[in-house]
């Protein structure tokens, strides 16, 4: 019984970590019509830095770091997206080369930066000690993990449903060409939206250390995740990316608990059949 | 004048084993190889206008077939290179019912996602592929009793197959398929409108892209004798699409320009820089900003241009 | 297949699409005869290209039937109403613009042809798909132009490419939508010709907002508005009757 629940707290926490992932992508794509293939690495980046300063400084609260490496990485991927994303609107699959080359570009760095070791990332200290909940021990690090995806998941849905931004960003989502003429300064927006993912993504990578450790290849385990919870859920949708994270959080969990060879495949049936039957995803608005 | 070009061209082609060491007649051997996989994704890419990021499953899957099947299970090299292509070709059939449910990014997408599958199962699954390890201690083949062991006789028959790669992949190019390809690529409403089966023609290229990026696989291995994940990983894709690319995708002499530039530069990079990745990641950047259609047709633009000027 | 006489070449029966809350086209239903000559108008917005749409299959209707020859193809894919006789122009040019004129028709040829699955001929090899090309180049007044890429002529010579295609195949019904649209007053009075020239075997529905020019051509006229026929009958008849002066009066 007692793995039957540790294991389903894994998944509950690994998909709150692959929402963390894929409402970045699921956001990009939504607007910007763009598969953005750096997002792994934006999530291996927080994560090194997250690895880097909890490491450094014994006791620095672990929000503050998701949050100062939500911002930096959002800074990167703001750059990147003003200097090259933007030279590019007239070739998509530019666009998607590009982002493919940043994203080696930015694994090879951090394999430069940190070395070729993986690097354990501390659980911070008071949130060590574990749970009881009516009898069962849980690690208390994956419940909060949860909340943090399920605050996440509200704070965007109070942006993109109850702010202007948020309004600007759906229409953009619906019909980019009506929301230039009615006066949406859609360049910008791309530019917010792209560092919102990109940031989100950093932090996530930021509360993902503990449980995932920092190692170079960490880019390229998340990025098929992503992009399989977003086929799955359907793109543009953040109620599709939230309930394909804690689908595929639940498939590769127990999947690599109980047949470790197979998790691969098992994760890739589902994903089949929703392409088979019901390609815009499970709640998809903007077709592939 | 074309003809001459291209007549020196094909003639360059056979001096590496007479003028050069051992060390370059083997590049020029992997460039072979490098070319006719490029040369099947761009059918894919170029002709088909539908870019995959996953090509190197075809690779891949069909160097483990044959790896497999020669060390572990004793079988002779004529067979298991039969058993190998047709098994990636089968699953080209099969991945390409599921990723062409999507055009576009959706289908680069799933195209991406089954190969990192693939690349994950090749390491879990390693009392079969011996994961991290690889599988080592290969032999090649030896068509007709001849020991393809030396660089020259490896390069001579890498050369054959590439030249019948080349050959082919221009034929079916340039059939009247290919013109029905190359209009689904345009305007695929209009060729609906006309008759053709935009999915039909679109399953079938899939499927012989995976033929020639099977047989891409078969050599790799020989070459090698040796097999490891990373052949399946997105690099080895990126490293393609980047041949084609920079070489010029819908020309058929471009992605051999461009697998001999890719592979070149990885060689020589790598004596100065360790990350070769970064260097892949930087030249991709440069090659999407600054020459986008590549090399092949950039080149032909400025002979033409050169040509109308003497006039 | 032999074709049996029927009494309808395109029959569509109680058609509708709607893209979520917004319905486009509403209980539309036509008939239209064998060689007959229909005209479809109606404001802008009214779903008259979402109708072709339907009818060439580019769009699946939520409910309704849609029959060619008596077969239902409402579920026909696109290409398999080609094979039926059907054929279309489009608002937009959707031309090869970087092929010849000349490679263009016969591509348009090539659909229906068996040979279009050839893998080792190149299409040069068909030779008689090349001289009817040429021949309907020359139909058209263009045969000067068929080695010149699409990109290169004029806006009105490229209006007469794409029905040149779309008549190759030797449709037994054609959809034209707005095949006047953006023409000089030449152009015009030219494809005015050549469509007044289309032979009895096909069934031709126009789609026109220049009505001085469309009117002469048609023999039938449906009027379209919010995505619903309004009046439906012969040519004098409609234009004569109050509701299509209330249409375009905008009352």
Redo the contacts between chains.
Sequence with gaps: MQFWIIQGLNSLSLGGLLFLLSSGFSLI?GLM???N?THGAFFMLGTYFGATALRSWDGLNIWVTALGAGIAVAAIGGLFERL?LT??KT????Q???T??????I???C??LWGGDSIPVPTPRNLLSPTRVFGFVFPTYRLVLVGCAIGAAIALYLLLERTRLGAMIRAGVDDRQMARAVGIPVSNLFTVVFCLGAGIAGAGGVLGGPILSAYPGLD??M??LA??V??LGGIGSLLGAFVGSFIIGFIYTFGTALF??????I??LP??FV??FR?QGLFGRV?? | MKWIGVALLAASFLLPPFLAGDFYVNLASQILIAAIFALSLNLLVGFGGM?S?GHASYLGVAAYISALLTSRYGFGHGLAAIISIAGSTAMAAFFGV?AL??????????T???S???W??AY????VTNGDNGIAGLTRPMPFGISLDSAASFYWFALVVASLAFLMTTIFVSSSFGSSLKGVRDQPRRMAALGFNPWMIRWITFIYAGFWGGVSGLLYVYYNKYIHPTSL???SS?EA??SV?AGGSGTLGGPVVGAALVLLLKNYASAYIE????L??????FI??VM?TGIVPGFSRLVTGLRRESR | MIPLTFEYALEVVDLKKAFGGLVVTQNISLAVRPGERRLIIGPNGAGKTTLFNQISGDMRPNSGLIKLFGTDVTHFAPYKRAHFGLSRTYQIITLFTGDTLEHNVTLGLLGLQPSRWQMWRPLSFYGDLTTEARRILDKVGLLHLAAHPVSDIAYGEKRRVELAMALAQKPRVLLLDEPLAGLSNTERSTVKELIASIPRETAVIMIEHDMDTALDLAETVTLLNYGRVIVDGDRDAVIADERTREVYLGV
Excluded: K
Excluded at chain 2, 124 to 127: D, E, T, V
């Design positions: 794509f019509r763009l598969a293939l090259v030279r590019l070739n998509p699959l530019g998607v080369l590009v493919l080359g940043m994203s080696f570009i694994s090879d760095a394999l430069m390229a385990d990025l098929p992009l399989i977003v086929i470790p060879e197979l998790a691969y495949i994760l890739f994903m089949i392409i088979a390609p077709g592939t | 870019t990021l599921v449910r999507a055009t576009g990014l959706g289908f680069l997408m799933i991406l996602a089954i990192q599958v693939l994950g199962l879990r699954m390693s009392n990983s997105i690099t990126a699409l980047l690319i990350r070769w990745n970064m892949l990641g930087l030249v991709f950047l999407v900003l986008p």
